[in-house]
């Protein structure tokens, strides 16, 4: 912490390892942030209902994975959890059998009417997901309104991905970097859908960005973000130029991906620090120098830069010199020199400060600490992620020994229950835990409407802070209603494309009422549930029968009897914790 | 899926169980015993930004008449546009579309007021920034949350059984932030289908005191309480044939899901419910006639019949509650004062608002009319001459009870009622 200064110490270190100590004025947003934080501390071990700690590896695979399939918690029993995070820190695509054939086998409906002027016939076909192998190339021109074409193939790319990411996160081996892949496009949230159609056209490679570099080095990883179409076109620096620059990007650079609101000076005279030192936190003249600092970086999208520069429309990241302010400026407290041998040097400048920050390290590992741990992560594993993030801030591995630490530290496995699913992870564990299959007889869309009706449309976040990652935000009724009905109707085979086989999943040796419903709670939870939950349950299948004898009925009625028991289980709120 | 007799009872029977139990937090949420009588607030948002100048138009401007030779409302024709009483301006004839008679009407029996020249005091011209900026209440800056959301936190009001509500599938951005607020699209899907048994099994499950628990019971409640009002069980079934009161005829069904007569049905039906209802929302789509706008027949046109019969539909409908629902129409911003060359308009800048209910002082006209001669013009558009938040603040203060503007309405300003609304004002906190 050598950026300690007299000027700022009680700021300073109220947001470094402080949280707990709150200082004494706050603003607005250091309020939300905390609301963020004890919106949850309401509910103390000693509430009713509050979940015992199960097993490591119920709580590994319900947090660095979307749920246990059946068989990976003996997996991660056997091999232990050190054993499972490397395996998942370095996941192997080539060693994905079940994903693989999913995706490859993979097709999703396509349909339109024909163009009215007639530019393009009607179609109607199942298609493959063939954006996989598809490049810049050709998504570029689907986003342009120049070119006459379906409003349906313009948007197909971002639709493929969304069935993409529901796949993967059922079906692929590599959980971690799903639910990673999640948590960065949360943290550098794109609205996909709603603000330029050149962001849905391209959107495979803005989730290609996600994966490339999941568990890779942050530095490199805001630098594509920084150049990336999608974000370029949802935060306006895709236009920001000297002659007025556009603040939106370099505002929520700081506040949402790097240094976090905590570090908002509202008040510029509590910001002074000394010559030579980095600020801790911006300012509004920080908002307006990186915006900048930022000018001239842009897509090459056909803009007219002067009467003999003209640029091509071809997507790729371009830096316009003529956009460029060149001035020498102070940002964080730093100089930040007028370029000399690389006209970039001002943008990168500004990102190599905010990469190596500490409180953009403290702010966040806060972020993956909640994800992976819980709403309000003890603050002793956030200090032992930030020292190693610190320590590796050139490294090409950064973010990997940072989630280790998280995953291998003492807090991880002695935590649970201080959080609950959100739900699109809820409604992939019910569908990993029933081993539900997905058909690809055409449909895609209804798995993923499944997660939107409850509050969580993949890609679909308007503001550029991305999914709330609290369960206040979450425990409401249309999520929890529309949740649980993903589990009621979809049991009930009231969805043609998710379909289930419960009853042949039953071991031969296990017969009895109370058999099945300890096979079925062992299999979906991985713990034991309340004797009244679990008397409840038994005394449904058994349907007035001895629980130890077979369920009474015929072979239609006690398979109904089955499904409808896996509902319960799924429904508890033993399901929902995390 | 038909409602069997069977089912039909044990819906009855959970319903009177859950009263039974439940029976003073449903009393005082359902009948507003203790609460304040403040307005319910219905906000009808027009996504796409609509022509505000081809909807209620000076047609005697000399500059509109200029700038917009084919693509204007007029004062003579076969289809001319509907004479307002009170307008503002200084001998300006404004003038209602052709398609909005029933506005007219609600106008003239004093039941609408019309603010014109108002929305966001910095221009944008993006349809998402200018969203989100309106909606999350402050045109300075990017809100957290929603305006109606902080509306909600600041009355107290996340703890009916449903205290907020879009009819649309997603919550927009005015509810950003509010857990307690439930996406309605329609509600013959409000339910748990799948397993009849189910339901009173979890009502056991989530008896315990974590968060979980509490939401998961809040959930039930809102569950059963919604369904027990439309006769079935909470796991589904038909419901009721929707029987609109005061002679009104929306011009969709309710099963026309998406449309705005839908919605609005939706919304009616959850108000008479009575279940704590504090704030509902809703959206309508297409208006953003770059292409094509049609002047007395066509897209507009068809969006204006479509809103003012649902608006008359919705107003008779409400003919029990009329004193305790206000409702407000909105856009994020009008369109380019200048006719395109597509039959369009691009995007522009101030726009009309709407205001509807028993305790509107309307039948007349307000606002401050910039004019439209070149040198007022906003980067060539009708300026903006009212804050939004204005109208806004009003509402939620003489309608809604609340003073909390400066929570509501960031960096709001000084508090400066038209007078759109019946009621008094409360020193702003």
Redesign the interface.
Same mark, same amino acid.
């Given at each position: 912490m050598s950026t300690a200064s007299t000027f700022s110490r009680r700021r300073l270190l109220s947001n470094f390892f402080g949280s707990e100590n709150p200082p004494a004025e706050t603003s607005a947003e250091d309020n939300k942030a905390q609301e963020e934080t004890v919106a949850t501390a309401t509910a103390g071990p000693k509430a009713t209902g509050f979940p015992d700690l199960p097993p490591i590896e119920v709580i590994a695979m319900t947090r660095m994975a979307y749920g246990p399939r059946p068989g990976d918690l003996d997996r991660v029993r056997v091999m232990g959890l050190t054993a499972y995070v490397d395996e998942q820190l370095a996941p192997n695509d080539n060693d994905d059998p079940d994903a693989l054939t999913r995706l490859n086998n993979q097709v999703m409906r396509i349909n339109y009417s024909a163009d009215p002027d007639g530019a393009y016939p009607a179609l109607d076909e199942l298609r493959p997901l063939n954006t996989r192998t598809q490049g810049l190339t050709d998504f570029w021109p689907l986003g342009l309104q120049a070119n006459t074409i379906a409003f349906q193939e313009r948007i197909r790319p971002l639709e493929e991905i969304r069935n993409e990411t529901f796949l993967r996160a059922v079906y692929s081996k590599w959980q971690l970097r799903e639910v990673m892949v999640e948590f960065w496009h949360a943290h550098f949230n794109v609205d996909a859908q709603r603000v330029d159609s050149r962001i849905y056209a391209t959107w495979p490679l803005y989730d290609r960005i996600m994966r490339a570099n999941w568990n890779g080095n942050f530095r490199v990883f805001l630098e594509e973000i920084t150049k990336s179409i999608a974000m370029m076109y949802y935060l306006n620096l895709v236009s920001n130029r000297n002659t007025g620059p556009n603040e939106n990007y370099a505002r929520e650079l700081q506040e949402l991906h790097t240094l976090g609101a905590e570090n908002y000076y509202t008040d510029p005279n509590a910001a002074r620090f000394p010559p030579g030192t980095t600020a801790t936190g911006y300012t509004e003249a920080d908002v307006k120098e990186i915006a900048k600092a930022l000018t001239g970086w842009s897509i090459e999208s056909g803009q007219r830069v002067n009467s003999s520069l003209t640029l091509p429309s071809t997507g790729l990241f371009r830096f316009v010199t003529q956009w460029n302010d060149t001035g020498v400026r102070k940002i964080l407290n730093q100089t930040v020199p007028s370029p000399t041998t690389d006209p970039m040097s001002q943008g990168k400048r500004v990102l190599d400060l905010l990469a190596g920050h500490p409180n953009v390290a403290k702010y966040v590992v806060t972020k993956m600490c909640r994800r992976l741990i819980g709403d309000n992560p003890p603050t002793s594993v956030i200090k032992k992620a930030v020292a190693v993030w610190l320590q590796n801030v050139n490294a090409p591995d950064q973010l990997k020994k940072v989630i280790r630490v998280i995953l291998l530290s003492p807090e991880f496995a002695a935590t649970f229950g201080q959080k609950t699913k959100r739900p699109f992870e809820y409604t992939v564990s019910f569908l990993r835990a029933t081993e539900a299959n997905l058909s690809n007889t055409g449909g895609g869309y209804t798995y993923y409407s499944l997660v939107g009706e409850a509050g969580q449309p993949l890609f679909l976040w308007p503001s550029p802070n991305g999914y709330p990652d609290v369960q206040g935000f979450w425990l409401n009724t249309n999520s929890l209603r529309a949740s649980w009905r993903n589990v009621t109707a979809a049991l009930a085979g009231s969805y043609s494309t998710v379909t289930f086989d419960l009853r042949s999943k039953i071991p031969a040796n296990v017969t009895t009422s109370n058999q099945i419903v300890d096979f079925f709670i062992n299999r979906l939870l991985g713990r034991t549930v309340t004797s009244d939950i679990r008397t409840n349950l038994v005394d449904y299948l058994r349907n007035g029968a001895s629980a130890d004898a077979v369920p009474p009925g015929t072979t239609a009625e006690v398979t109904t009897r089955i499904n409808r028991l896996v509902g319960r289980i799924c429904v508890l709120p033993d399901f929902w914790w995390r | 899926m038909t409602l069997s007799r069977r089912e039909f009872v044990i819906g009855s029977s959970l319903t009177a169980a859950y009263f039974a139990g439940m029976g003073t937090q449903i009393s005082s949420v359902a009948f507003g015993q203790t609460a304040p009588q403040r307005d319910i607030l219905v906000v009808l948002f027009l996504r796409g930004a609509m022509d505000g100048l081809n909807f209620c138009s000076p047609v005697n401007d000399p500059n509109y008449i200029a700038a917009r030779p084919n693509l204007r409302m007029r004062s003579d024709g076969t289809t001319p546009a509907l004479p307002l009483a009170n307008p503002i301006g200084n001998g300006v004839d404004f003038r209602l579309h052709p398609s909005g008679q029933p506005l007219l009407d609600l106008y003239t029996s004093t039941n609408l007021a019309i603010v014109h020249a108002s929305g966001l005091t910095v221009p944008n011209r993006s349809h /998402?920034d200018a969203q989100?900026l309106m909606e999350g209440g402050n045109p300075n800056a990017?809100q957290?949350t929603g305006w109606l959301t902080r509306y909600l936190t600041t009355i107290g009001g996340q703890s009916g059984v449903?205290p907020s509500m879009t009819a649309s599938?997603?919550?927009p951005?005015a509810l #950003?932030?509010s857990?307690?607020?439930?996406?309605i699209p329609s509600l013959s899907g /409000?339910?748990?289908?799948?397993?009849s #048994?189910?339901f009173t099994?979890?009502q056991?499950?989530?008896?315990? #005191?974590?968060?979980?628990?509490?939401?998961?019971t #809040?959930?039930l409640n809102?569950?059963q309480t919604v369904n027990a009002a439309l006769n079935r069980p909470p796991?589904g079934g038909t419901i009721p044939t929707y029987a609109p009161e005061g002679g009104a005829v929306y011009a969709q069904a309710e099963s026309q899901s998406g449309t705005l007569g839908s919605a609005l049905i939706t919304i009616a039906r959850i108000i008479k419910m009575e279940v704590g209802l504090q704030v509902a929302t809703l959206d309508v789509g297409n208006w953003d006639t770059h292409n094509n706008q049609g002047t007395t027949t066509g897209t507009f046109a068809n969006n204006v019949d479509s809103l003012a019969r649902n608006l008359m539909a919705f107003h008779n409908d409400m003919v029990r509650y009329r004193q305790k629902v206000t409702l407000v129409v909105m856009s994020e911003f009008g369109r380019r004062f200048t006719e395109n060359t597509s039959g369009g308009t691009d995007h522009g800048r101030a726009n009309v608002m709407l205001v509807l209910g028993g305790n509107v002082n309307g039948g007349r006209m307000y606002g401050n009319w910039p004019g439209l001669a070149a040198n007022v013009l906003d980067g060539g558009d009708l300026a903006v001459t009212t804050d939004y938040r204005q109208v806004l603040a009003e509402i939620i203060m003489r309608r809604g009870l609340n003073p909390q503007l400066n929570t509501v309405f960031?960096q709001l300003g000084a508090y400066q009622p038209l007078g759109v609304v019946k009621g008094t004002d409360q020193p702003v906190v």
């Open positions: - | /998402f989100a990017r957290q449903v599938s997603n919550l951005g #950003t932030g857990g307690s607020s439930i996406a /409000f339910s748990l289908p799948g397993d #048994t189910i099994p979890m056991a499950y989530y008896t315990g #005191t974590t968060p979980l628990h509490s939401a998961g #809040t959930a809102a569950l796991t960031p």
